[in-house]
């Protein structure tokens, strides 16, 4: 089975930093993929990882370790626009499966 | 990138009836999902669409509810049968050319409303 665990919501204030955390269990492993789905909107990429460190682009940055089975995304300079559901996703014998997904709320 | 069209954006069925959505992608793609995404929730996999072949089930999906077709490598089909309310759901068309190249793409979704 496979088993992806977030937080369900999360609040920041605009400007900050904010990590949003996803631990997972399942029953193979070869990548670790964060998403961001506006309200009313599909998912569309925001990085990936398939060895364990950190991978950085822009403003995001995603973290994995394999042996824990941890991973997060890092969002910096926050801006209100970054309120969204973040979604991580545990691609796995040729399949993509979905965590619970993380509502992020920005306030000024 | 893909471009994925997926049809109809929106529908409101009638209980007991079917529907079939459709899903367009605009190059030769290598993997092929449809996803559900139920209100206030993420996605999950129903199935994945294999090219000439019957498609894969996840637990809980079975091919006499959501029968996929799959022709080619572009286009896909699938079919809500025999609707309850319970069926009310976004249901997502996704497309992937391996964990090479990193990412999913998703239509835009197809926003069914079982009365």
């Known amino acids: 089975g496979q088993n992806i665990d977030q937080p369900t919501e999360m609040t920041a204030t605009e400007g900050a930093i904010v990590q949003i955390n996803c631990t997972y269990q399942?029953?193979?492993?070869?990548?670790l993929f964060w998403y961001q789905q506006h309200a009313g909107e599909a998912p569309t990429f925001l990085s990936y990882?398939?060895?364990?460190g950190l991978e950085e682009k822009g403003r995001f940055s995603s973290f994995l370790s394999r042996s824990k089975g941890y991973s997060y995304l890092l969002l910096k300079e926050l801006q209100m626009k970054d309120s969204a559901s973040y979604l991580c996703?545990?691609?796995?014998?040729?399949?993509?499966?979905f965590g619970s997904g993380t509502k992020l709320n920005v306030k000024p | 990138s893909a471009v994925i069209s997926q049809k109809p954006s929106r529908d409101i069925c009638q209980r007991g009836t079917s529907l079939t959505i459709q899903c367009q992608v605009d190059?030769?793609?290598?993997?092929m999902f449809w996803y559900r995404q139920q209100p206030g929730q993420s996605l999950t996999l129903i199935a994945t669409?294999?090219?000439?072949?019957?498609?894969?089930?996840e637990s809980g999906f079975v091919i006499d509810k959501f029968p996929i077709s799959r022709p080619n490598l572009t286009f896909s089909t699938l079919t809500v049968s025999n609707m309850s309310p319970e069926d009310s759901s976004i249901y997502l068309c996704?497309?992937?050319?391996?964990?090479?190249?990193?990412?999913?793409?998703f239509g835009e979704g197809s926003r069914l409303t079982v009365l």
């Open positions: 996704s497309v992937g050319q391996g964990a090479n190249t990193g990412e999913l793409f």
């Open positions: 399942t029953s193979g492993f070869n990548g």
């Open positions: 990882n398939v060895l364990d």
């Open positions: 996703a545990v691609y796995n014998f040729n399949k993509f499966y």
């Open positions: 190059s030769q793609v290598t993997m």
């Open positions: 669409a294999n090219q000439g072949s019957e498609a894969t089930y």
